[in-house]
């Protein structure tokens, strides 16, 4: 099984990333969390540069290959050979991302970066999707009220309505795969609430499984 977690930085996802991997481990599961981009030695480096934003602006092309390049080493190094030993993946984003801000934020061509994904994921994708929906303003709100801001958190709010109009169209593409989660209640509601669609999606594999 694996699972991703989409949204915007300060709509909780990390925060409900870890509460879901807690829950799933006293399950019996092994679980292995990662994020992205990161998540191995080449993509922690790749990751600095990413976020930073040191030597000035980062053309959109190169921007994409380098998280696509992280992307690569991580389903290679760790994602496929825990989904091979029978484990579940946690993936803190992972391609949607890249659709999402890569493309629907910076605009660049849909169909190129569906190929371009296949190739970096080998054409792995998620089992289960969660988008932690909230809207560009009180998630920009939310991250002024956090501190730490990265490279592409501050771009700017036009840029993040743009991605968020980019996940609800993936969702609607593929509604079998996504679920959208309300990210506007408290931490503990939402984390119920991500209980309740990962058990459903668990029991209706196990009846496709029969
Ligand atoms: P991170 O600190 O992990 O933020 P968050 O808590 O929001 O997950 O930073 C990752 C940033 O990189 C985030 O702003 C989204 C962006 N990103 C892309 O633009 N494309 C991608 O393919 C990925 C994985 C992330």
């Not at 977690?5 to 709509?11: A, V």
């Not at 992972?94 to 190129?112: E, M, N, V, W």
């Not at 303003?137 to 309505?161: I, K, P």
Request: charged residues 30%.
């Amino acid at each position: 099984m694996f699972i991703t977690l989409e949204g915007p930085d300060g709509s909780g996802k990390t925060t409900q990333f870890r509460r879901l991997a807690v829950w799933l481990g006293a399950q019996g599961l092994e679980v292995l969390m990662v994020r992205e981009p990161g998540g191995t030695v080449l993509g922690e480096s790749v990751r600095e540069l990413l976020l930073q934003g040191r030597g000035g602006a980062m053309d959109a092309r190169a921007e994409l290959l380098l998280f696509c390049a992280s992307r690569a080493q991580l389903v290679s190094e760790r994602i496929l050979p825990h989904l091979e030993a029978g484990g579940v993946v946690l993936c803190d984003r992972f391609a949607d991302s890249t659709l999402a801000y890569q493309g629907y934020g910076r605009g660049l061509d849909l169909d190129l970066l569906r190929v371009m994904l296949n190739f970096a994921t080998c054409d792995r994708w998620p089992d289960l999707t969660l988008y932690f929906d909230l809207e560009a303003e009180v998630a920009l709100a939310r991250r002024t009220a956090g501190g730490e801001v990265n490279r592409l958190d501050a771009e700017s709010l036009d840029f993040h309505r743009r991605v968020r109009i980019g996940y609800l169209e993936l969702v609607a593409r593929d509604p079998r795969r996504w679920v959208v989660i309300d990210a506007r209640p408290p931490a503990d509601e939402v984390e119920r609430k991500v209980r309740g669609v990962v058990a459903a999606h668990f029991e209706q594999q196990r009846v496709f499984d029969k």
